[in-house]
């Protein structure tokens, strides 16, 4: 049962990263789910000893998903070795119960606590397991996070996503930062900073790099940028625009967008910016390639039929499809970590919306109701999609789940917060 | 140096004779340029590599060579026909100054992804550059054409005047980007 995850967070913690200071990303919930399942989080007794609440964490990872409901579960700390008194939980309305506790381990140089915790049926009066985590003080969110996983997964039946990552790029008065943020939106750090446009992050499947556009050199430029160091390469950097980098599956080769022969046109090369050869030829626009997981596809957008629509071409070359046939702006296609849902930006009546395509059934749905949403990504268990859209005036993401229901609303204080890319699970 | 007077000449002619509304093109890219791109201009257009004269042309409003920018429709990248005698003055200077090397930058409006923005920009821009190059015969080496999609945008309300204002391709000459 005990499973050490220090490795993990000490990994974490060697991001060349910059802190931001003043820009932290707050998120509100604008819509829940229908069925959501009451939970009790108790505080975990000895939290109090480190300056961080964990249970403050967890319980807003879990209410964020908008898959559950907060039931009060008393003031007094509950540790995971106590006797659960489950006919008071049952009478308060709970169906699950989290009990836990925070201790420091005897160890040589810096503190170190030991985070353990149980999760209760409170009608079988049942546990449904429990984890321990080490971390240090400041990883104690990451303990949270870990914790808010492993309880959506035991209910919900899918991997929780608290744990990953979002990149996104926040604008200031002429100032652009590409920044990583945990998936509550804390701990925001600055990967980037530049006073020119920085477009298209895509994280490697593995979560260590990220291929974004940067505009610093006066025109679009593909750079890969190891975040364990923060070095960077150019990927890209032909006559004309290089833009719009996806990876593949392996993450040894990117799709890119190139015009060195005329046109915005699909190219592959290596991550190291070597073996440049032409994916498709139109003597319209081809635009922002994503593989798809398996490696077989690669989709795209093209004016090739006269309107932007979304199309697929075998990763290897070979006979192009259209997919999107309804209106006459599909565009932006993203698809779901299992291949089987597509993300796209679509446009009714001068509104652009992001729509959802069951890609077996063909089948679109609209699922935003905001007018100018842009570039989608979705969550790794393919439940949330991150989008750009703009309320207010203001450039802000916001999330909407596959089925509709819940709604995020992501946004910086007096800063427009543009392109966001959901990072992959954290090993 | 006579032939190239004579290219300006014939420049200028053009420009007395072009029947081009001007409204739409008074702010000139080069000024309109962000704090970042001023250290550009500061390193300026020297002097000893290039003709003074033509030179001056590019900055003198008198001159429809100190114009640079052409307007498509939404969702466009056609050359109208009100921009040819624009683009056929900049065909000759680049003739005449076979030195000089200019930069195309496509512009796209607000509505929409910023890729298939990106990928419009550089369509018009590449309209630019097959205009020069099919008026005049400039030499493709001289001329890069680049997208900046609709992350530079010159007017930012959520407008129909300003997105047309958008929807552009802008010329910049060595010393300028």
Excluded at chain 2, 58 to 84: G, N
Aim: aromatic fraction near 8%; proline fraction near 4%; glycine fraction near 8%.
């Amino acid at each position: 049962m005990t499973k050490h995850f220090f490795k993990y967070a000490l990994a974490f913690a060697g991001f060349a990263l910059t802190a931001v200071a003043q820009a932290q990303l707050s998120i509100e919930i604008t819509g829940a789910g229908a069925n959501r399942l009451p939970i009790a989080v108790a505080d975990f007794s000895g939290e109090r000893i480190v300056s961080q609440a964990l249970t403050s964490v967890l319980r807003g990872d879990l209410e964020r998903s908008g898959m559950f409901r907060l039931v009060d579960p008393g003031a007094m700390p509950l540790a995971e070795t106590t006797a659960v008194d489950f006919a008071n939980m049952k009478t308060r309305g709970a169906d699950t119960l989290v009990s836990g506790s925070v201790t420091p381990v005897a160890e040589t140089g810096e503190s170190r606590y030991e985070t353990r915790f149980h999760l209760h049926d409170v009608l079988k009066q049942t546990t449904l397991g429990g984890q321990s985590y080490v971390s240090t003080a400041a990883q104690l969110r990451t303990a949270a996070h870990r914790t808010a996983d492993f309880i959506y997964e035991k209910l919900i039946g899918e991997p929780g996503i608290f744990s990953t990552h979002i990149a996104y790029v926040v604008k200031t008065a002429g100032r652009y930062e590409l920044q990583i943020a945990d998936a509550d939106g804390m701990n925001a750090q600055a990967a980037l900073t530049s006073r020119e446009p920085i477009i298209s992050p895509a994280w490697s499947p593995d979560g260590t790099r990220l291929a974004y556009v940067s505009f610093e050199a006066k025109k679009p430029v593909v750079y890969v940028h190891s975040l364990a160091t923060g070095r960077r390469h150019v990927a890209a950097n032909f006559k004309g625009s290089n833009s719009a980098p996806a990876w593949s599956p392996d993450g040894k080769r990117l799709a890119v967008v190139l015009t060195k022969e005329g046109g915005s046109q699909l190219f592959l090369l290596n991550a190291d910016g070597s073996g440049v050869t032409r994916l498709a030829s139109s003597s319209g626009i081809d635009t922002e390639p994503q593989f798809s997981h398996d490696g077989q596809f690669i989709y795209f957008t093209s004016d090739r039929g006269g309107s932007p629509q979304v199309y697929r071409i075998p990763a290897a070359g070979g006979d192009v499809q259209r997919i999107t046939f309804e209106g006459s702006y599909n565009v932006t296609p993203r698809l779901s970590f299992d291949d089987k849902l597509m993300a796209f930006v679509t446009r009714n009546n001068g509104r652009f919306q992001i729509a959802l395509m069951d890609l077996t059934t063909r089948q679109t749905q609209v699922l935003t109701d905001t007018e100018r949403d842009e570039s989608p990504s979705f969550a790794p268990n393919g439940r949330m999609i991150i989008y750009a859209t703009e309320i207010g005036g203001r450039g802000v993401l916001a999330a909407v789940s596959s089925d509709g229901r819940v709604k995020q609303k992501f946004s910086v204080q007096a800063a427009d917060v543009r392109e966001p890319a959901w990072g992959p699970f954290v090993k | 140096m006579s032939k190239m007077l004579a290219a300006f000449l014939i420049t200028l002619t053009i420009a007395a004779c072009s029947s081009q509304p001007t409204s739409e093109q008074n702010a000139a890219s080069v000024e309109d340029r962000k704090p970042a791109t001023v250290g550009a201009e500061t390193q300026s257009v020297a002097t000893d590599k290039l003709d003074e004269y033509s030179l001056a042309m590019l900055k003198d409003p008198k001159s429809i060579l100190s114009k640079r920018s052409v307007y498509f429709d939404f969702d466009q990248y056609v050359i109208k026909e009100e921009f040819k005698p624009l683009l056929e003055a900049h065909g000759h200077f680049l003739t005449a100054n076979g030195k000089v090397k200019m930069l195309l930058q496509g512009n796209a409006d607000e509505r929409g992804s910023r890729e298939y923005n990106l990928a419009l920009g550089q369509k018009r821009a590449e309209a630019v550059k097959k205009t020069l190059l099919l008026l005049l015969g400039g030499k493709e080496e001289q001329i890069e054409s680049v997208s900046l999609g609709k992350e530079k945008p010159r007017c930012s309300e959520h407008t129909e005047a300003c997105w047309a204002e958008n929807r552009r391709g802008d010329m910049l000459y060595s010393g300028e980007f």
